[in-house]
C-alpha cells in the first residue's frame, strides 16, 4: 500500500517543520476576507462615535439612494425583523445583563456601538454610503473607569444595572481568611492595577454570510475559534436558524489570543442581512475598527493583602478587585475575572487561607472578555508581583520566599483552598533551573557592582501556575457555563491507510496541523504527509467546542489519542484474522501488524486498512470500514507551571528599560512538539512583555479611546526582545491519556510579573516599591525623580 512508515523525526516529542506553513509562507493561506462568492455583496458599519448618547434621528434615505448601495439596516430593523439580543454564555447568580442588541436601537454605549448597516456592490460605495447615513445624537456623559462608573452619580450605563454593577462575586473563607491575617507577624499590602490591553491580531475580524433560497441554507465564512459554538449560539439563540440549515467555516485565521472565540454583532447582522438579501454579504474590519470593537482585555484595580509568619510562610490572602466590563457582557465575559481568576489564587504556594471579592462594573467603553490567559494572568500578575513586594519587606530573597511555600512534589493532587485541585506539579526543580540557568548568585553580584557604578540592573522572578485544558463539563455548567467543555477527535482512515483527522479543536496559529498529525503518525505508524488534519467546518467535522483556555492539545489531542487506540484494536482484530492468530498475541509497531514471537508472520498497515474495506475477510460480527470518534471530557483542568527570570537594565536618565535576558522553565507535562511549545511560549512571553512595559488601552474619563492605532498603541517589536533561553522540566498530567498540558499561554502568564519585578527591583535603591504596568520610560521617570516610594 501507499502509506510510508513513518520515518525518525516525526513522532511525539520531535519537531518536525510544521506542515501547514507551506501555504503561510507562500501566500497561499485561504483567510476569510480572500474568499470570493457569487454575486459578493459588500459591508460597511455605521458607527457612534459618542460613547454614550441617544439616538435621536437615524435618517439612511440619501445613503440608500446612492450607487450601488443594495439595502441599509438599522438595529430597529434587526428587532422587527427577529433579531435577539447577544446572549451572555457564563451566568453569575444575581448577573444584571444589560440588553445588547447586534447594532443599537435606541442608546449607544461605547465608541464604536454600530448603529446601521450598509450594503452594497463595493467596499468603498459600503464605506462612503455609511458615511451618508444621518444620525442625530442626544449626548449624554460617559463613564470610562471602573471606580468611576461605581462612585455615586456616575452615569447610570443600563437601566437594569443600578450602580452600574454587573455583578458581584466572591470565592473562598473570609472568616478563616481573616483568622490568619490576625495570626499573621507581617501583613503587606499592596494595590495593583491591571491594564486594559486590545488583542491585535494581524488577521482583523471578518465574515462573509451567504444564504442560498433555492436551499432555505446559509453559510457563515468568519474567523472564528470554535464554528460550532458560533453556529450553535447564533443559529439557536440569536437568529432562530437550525444547524443543519447552517454551516459555519473558519478557514485560515490570522491569530486570535481569545478575541475570535466570542460571538460579534457584524457576524450577526452580516449574516440576517444575507437571508433578507439572497445573497452574500462581506465585511472585514479595518485595524480602527479592530481597535474600537473587539473584545479588549484585562482591565482590573485590585488591593491585596498578604499574610505571613515570622518564618515567611504565607499564610492568608485578601483580594478585593473592580473588574470594568465595558458596555456589555461579551459572550464568556462573566468567567474572566472570577472562576477563571479567584480559582488560581493560590498560585504555587500553601497558602492556608485564601478570600476573594470581585465587582463587576458596566462602563461606557468596549466590552472586555478573554485575552490571552483571561483571568489567569492577573491571577499571576497578582500573586507573583506582591510575593516580590513581600520578599522585600521580609529581608528575604525573592526566591527564597518562594521556596519556602511552595506546594511540594508529595502533595499533588493539591486541593486549594480556592476550589481548584492542582493535578500533579514539582515546583522546586524548576525554580532551581531557572537560578541556575541565570546563574542567579553571580547576576545579585553583577547587579550589586553596576549599581556602586550608577547603573541599574534588575533581575525578577515569576513562579506561575496556571489552569487550562479547559473542561470538565458537569464542573463547569455548576459554575455557570452555558455549554460543555469536551472536545470531538474523528479518525477517519481511508481503504490506501491515508488518515483524515476532523477535529473540533480550531488552529489560528498553534500548528495543529503538524501536532495533531504527530499524533497519528505516533500511534499508527504513518508518515506525516499521509494524514490531513481538517477543522473549523461545521460541515465536515461532526461537533467541537474550540479553541481558547489552552486546550487544544489536552483534550482535543486527547479525543483524537482515544480515537486512535480505537482504530489500533480494530486493525489488531483484522491483522489476527487474517494472520490466523489470537488478537492478544498480534502486535503493532513500525506500521506493522506481528504475531508475538513470529516476527515474519506480519500485515502492513495498509493492507489491513484495504481489508477493512473490502470486508471480504473480516471477524464475523465486526463491521466494515475504519473510523472511530471520541467525544473526551477529561475530569480536571491541566496545571503547568515553570520559573521565569528577567533581567532588565534601566536607564536612570531616561527611563527607558532594556529587557537584556529572559529565562523559562515551564512545565507543560509531555510534549508533542518541542519547536512548537518553544514558539508558543515565544510569542506569550513577547505578549507578557506588552503589557509590563508598552501596551495600554485608555480612554478619556468620557470613553474615547486615545489609543486608537498603531500610533498611539504600543505593541513589543522583535527588536526590543532578548533571545530567550528556554528548558523544562516535564511533569506528566494524569488527567488526559497523553500526560499534556497546556502552553499556549503559559509565556504571557508567566511574563508581566517577571518584567515588572525586574523593572522594581532595578530602581529599588531609590526606595521604589512599585509602579503600575505598562512601566513606560515616562512613569519611570517621573518616579525616580518625583516620588516618595510607590507611584
Ligand atoms: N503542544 C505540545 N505539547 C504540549 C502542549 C501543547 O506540543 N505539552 C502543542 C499543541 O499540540 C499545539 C500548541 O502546542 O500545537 C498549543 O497547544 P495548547 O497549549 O493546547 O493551546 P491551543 O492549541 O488550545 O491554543 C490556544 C492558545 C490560546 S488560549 C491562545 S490565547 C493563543 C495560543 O494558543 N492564541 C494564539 N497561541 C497562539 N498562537 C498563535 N500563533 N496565535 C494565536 O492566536
Given amino acids: 500500500m501507499t502509506t510510508t512508515v513513518m520515518p525518525e523525526g516525526v513522532g511525539i516529542g520531535s519537531s518536525p517543520k510544521r506542515k501547514e506553513d507551506g501555504r503561510f509562507i507562500t501566500g497561499r493561506g485561504q483567510y476569510t476576507d480572500d474568499i470570493v462568492l457569487p454575486g459578493q455583496l459588500h459591508a460597511a458599519f455605521v458607527r457612534s462615535p459618542h460613547a454614550h448618547a441617544r439616538i435621536r434621528r437615524l435618517d439612511t434615505s440619501r ?7 443594495r439595502a441599509v439596516y438599522t438595529g430597529a430593523d434587526l428587532k422587527a425583523g427577529g433579531v435577539n439580543p447577544m446572549p451572555v454564555g457564563w451566568l453569575l447568580p444575581d448577573i444584571k445583563v444589560g440588553e445588547h442588541m447586534p447594532m443599537a436601537v435606541d442608546k449607544v454605549h461605547y465608541v464604536g456601538n454600530a448603529v446601521a448597516i450598509v450594503i452594497a456592490d463595493s467596499p468603498a460605495g459600503a464605506a462612503d454610503a455609511a458615511a451618508a447615513v444621518d444620525v442625530d445624537y442626544d449626548v449624554l456623559d460617559g463613564v470610562s473607569g471602573a471606580s468611576a462608573a461605581l462612585a455615586e452619580g456616575a452615569p447610570l450605563v443600563h437601566d437594569n444595572a443600578p450602580g452600574n454593577v454587573a455583578f458581584r462575586w466572591s470565592l473562598g473563607d473570609a472568616d478563616a481568611t481573616a483568622a490568619q491575617f490576625a495570626a499573621a507577624k507581617t501583613v503587606v499590602r499592596q494595590r495593583l492595577v491591571n491594564q486594559r490591553l486590545i488583542p491585535n491580531a494581524i488577521e482583523p475580524r471578518a465574515c462573509n454570510a451567504s444564504y442560498s433560497r433555492a436551499n432555505d441554507e446559509l453559510t457563515l465564512y468568519v474567523t472564528s475559534q470554535n464554528p460550532h459554538v458560533h453556529r450553535l449560539i447564533m443559529g439557536a439563540f440569536i437568529l432562530g436558524i437550525a444547524e443543519h440549515r447552517f454551516r459555519v467555516i473558519s478557514p485560515d485565521v490570522g491569530g486570535g489570543f481569545g478575541s475570535k472565540i466570542f460571538i460579534y454583532p457584524e457576524e450577526v447582522v452580516c449574516a440576517w442581512a444575507a437571508k433578507q438579501l439572497g445573497g452574500a454579504v462581506k465585511w472585514t474590519a479595518t485595524r480602527s475598527e479592530s481597535f474600537m470593537t473587539d473584545a ?89 508581583r506582591v510575593m516580590d513586594v513581600s520578599a522585600r519587606q521580609l529581608g528575604l530573597d525573592p526566591a527564597e520566599l518562594r ?249 536612570a536618565d531616561t527611563g527607558e528599560v532594556a529587557l537584556t535576558r529572559y529565562i523559562a522553565v515551564d512545565d507543560v507535562g509531555n510534549v508533542i512538539n518541542p519547536m512548537i511549545v518553544n514558539g508558543q511560549l515565544h510569542g506569550g512571553i513577547a505578549q507578557g512583555a506588552g503589557q509590563a512595559l508598552w501596551e495600554e488601552a485608555s480612554y478619556d474619563g468620557g470613553g474615547q479611546l486615545l489609543s486608537g492605532s498603531m500610533m498611539t498603541y504600543a505593541l513589543p517589536r522583535a527588536s526590543l526582545l532578548p533571545m530567550y533561553e528556554l528548558d523544562r522540566t516535564v511533569t506528566p498530567t494524569p488527567v488526559n491519556p497523553l500526560g499534556v498540558k497546556g502552553v499556549g499561554e503559559a509565556g504571557t502568564i508567566a511574563s508581566t510579573a517577571a518584567i515588572t519585578n525586574a523593572v522594581i527591583d532595578a530602581l529599588s535603591g531609590f526606595g521604589i516599591t512599585h509602579i503600575d504596568m505598562p512601566l513606560t520610560p515616562g512613569k519611570i521617570w517621573h518616579a525616580i525623580h518625583h516620588s516618595n516610594g510607590g507611584a
Wanted: proline residues 5%; charged residues 20%; hydrophobic residues 40%.
Fill in 63 to 69: 445613503a440608500k439612494g446612492m450607487p450601488g448601495v
Fill in 403 to 651: 521556596r519556602r511555600n511552595f506546594i511540594r512534589k508529595d502533595q499533588f493532587p493539591y486541593q486549594t483552598p480556592v476550589a481548584l485541585q492542582y493535578d500533579s506539579g514539582n515546583y522546586e526543580p524548576a525554580l532551581d533551573r531557572a537560578l541556575e540557568m541565570s546563574g542567579y548568585a553571580a547576576l545579585r553580584k553583577e547587579q550589586a557592582d553596576a549599581r556602586a557604578r550608577g547603573r541599574y540592573i534588575g533581575i525578577g522572578l515569576s513562579s506561575y501556575i496556571e489552569a487550562c485544558g479547559i473542561a470538565p463539563s458537569a464542573v463547569v455548567g455548576s459554575l455557570g457555563a452555558q455549554a460543555g467543555l469536551y472536545e470531538s477527535g474523528t479518525v477517519r482512515v481511508h481503504p490506501t491507510g491515508k488518515v483524515t483527522v476532523l477535529t473540533g479543536s480550531h488552529q489560528h496559529g498553534q500548528g495543529h496541523e503538524t501536532t495533531f498529525a504527530q499524533i497519528v503518525a505516533s500511534e499508527l505508524g504513518v508518515g506525516l504527509d499521509d494524514v490531513e488534519v481538517v477543522h473549523g467546518d461545521t460541515g465536515r467535522v461532526p461537533f467541537g467546542m474550540g479553541t481558547y483556555g489552552s486546550r487544544s492539545g489536552a483534550v482535543g489531542g486527547a479525543a483524537l489519542y482515544l480515537s486512535l487506540q480505537k482504530i489500533r484494536e480494530k486493525g489488531k482484530q483484522i491483522a489476527a484474522h487474517l494472520l490466523e492468530a489470537a488478537p492478544e498475541d498480534v502486535q503493532f509497531e513500525h506500521g506493522q501488524f506481528f504475531v508475538k514471537g513470529s516476527p515474519d508472520r506480519t500485515k502492513a498497515w495498509g493492507d489491513i486498512c484495504l481489508a477493512a474495506y473490502l470486508a471480504h475477510s473480516i471477524p464475523a460480527g465486526i463491521e466494515p470500514g475504519l473510523e472511530a470518534t471520541t467525544f473526551f471530557d477529561p475530569a480536571n483542568f491541566v496545571y503547568p507551571f515553570g520559573t521565569h527570570v528577567a533581567v532588565v537594565e534601566v536607564n
Fill in 296 to 384: 479588549h482585555g484585562r482591565d482590573h484595580v485590585t488591593d491585596v493583602e498578604m499574610a505571613f509568619d515570622q518564618g515567611g510562610k504565607l499564610l492568608g490572602l485578601r483580594v478585593n478587585t473592580v473588574a470594568n466590563m465595558g458596555a456589555y457582557l461579551s459572550l464568556f465575559a462573566p468567567a474572566v475575572p472570577t472562576y477563571l481568576y479567584g480559582t488560581l489564587l493560590s498560585g504555587q504556594y500553601t497558602t492556608r487561607a485564601i478570600h476573594v471579592t470581585v465587582t463587576a462594573a458596566y462602563t461606557t467603553t468596549a466590552p472586555v472578555d478573554a485575552y490571552r490567559g483571561a483571568g489567569r494572568p492577573e491571577a499571576c500578575y497578582l500573586i507573583e
